[in-house]
């Protein structure tokens, strides 16, 4: 089977992290949050194995979210699209009778992390997919986390505060704030970093029937 260079996760991990500095001049809760998550990235965790070709069925939408970036990202996505389907894109919560094609349109592909290829028990970093179409109900977790949008627009709501970041913007959810995102036409990729004293306790849903979406 074949693989990916070691090489090419360093760049795109070191590639994600220098986007991330974009962000330290904001002087704000967001450059403090990407000041911490750099510092917990260092040094870098061992590579854990290979990366194996990764089949995850929300992984079909790659290829209209590389279609919807924008310059500030271009970079940014065209060192992703060479590995992408190598990424441990996975979708981890429990099935809901409700929304019984979610996992179809959602998924998650953490680099470093509790179980991640990097193994670390400090800080998680990955990526975020999220279909056409799709709402990404709302949930909550101990960790703090942050997105940089890489492609695609969506509307982000956290409690009852909603927006519409382009790609190259920063979101930010403290911990345990409950948060859900919802795409239209065309999908989202996002990284996303965990920080905080708990960052092994994964995402849970709080509404047991969010309302419709993309199947």
Same mark, same amino acid.
């Given at each position: ?7 090419? @996760? ?8 220098? #986007? ?7 002087? &704000? ?6 000041? *911490?998550?750099? /510092? ?9 194995? !290979? ?9 079909? %939408? =790659? ?11 271009? &970079?940014?996505?065209?060192?992703? *699209?060479?590995? /992408?389907? %190598? ?8 099935? *809901? ?24 028990? *400090? ?15 709302? #949930?909550?977790? !101990? /960790? ?11 509307? @982000? ?15 930010? %959810? !403290?911990?345990?704030?409950? %948060? ?6 065309? !999908?989202? =990729? ?26």
């Amino acid at each position: 089977m074949a693989s990916i260079p070691f090489s090419a @996760w360093l760049s795109l991990i070191g590639l994600m992290e220098a #986007h991330f500095r974009r962000g330290l001049a904001g002087r &704000d809760a967001v450059s403090e949050e990407i000041a *911490r998550v750099l /510092a917990l990235l260092e040094p870098l965790p061992p590579l854990s194995g !290979p990366f194996p070709r990764n089949r995850q069925p929300a992984t079909r %939408h =790659l290829e209209a979210a590389f279609q919807a970036g924008s310059a500030a990202t271009a &970079d940014l996505l065209a060192t992703i *699209r060479p590995v /992408a389907s %190598h990424l441990p894109w996975r979708y981890s919560y429990t099935k *809901r009778k409700d929304a019984p094609g979610i996992g179809r349109n959602i998924a998650f592909a953490e680099l470093v992390g509790p179980k991640a290829p990097f193994q670390s028990d *400090r800080v998680c970093l990955g990526l975020t997919l999220i279909g056409p179409g799709t709402l990404y109900p709302a #949930h909550a977790h !101990p /960790a703090v986390e942050l997105y940089y949008v890489v492609a695609g627009m969506a509307e @982000w709501t956290a409690g009852e505060n909603a927006q519409r970041p382009a790609p190259g913007a920063f979101v930010l %959810h !403290p911990s345990q704030v409950v %948060h859900s995102m919802r795409t239209d036409a065309e !999908p989202l =990729l996002a990284v996303y970093s965990w920080s905080g004293d708990d960052v092994k306790t994964l995402s849970a849903y709080t509404s047991p029937n969010p309302s419709p979406f993309h199947e």
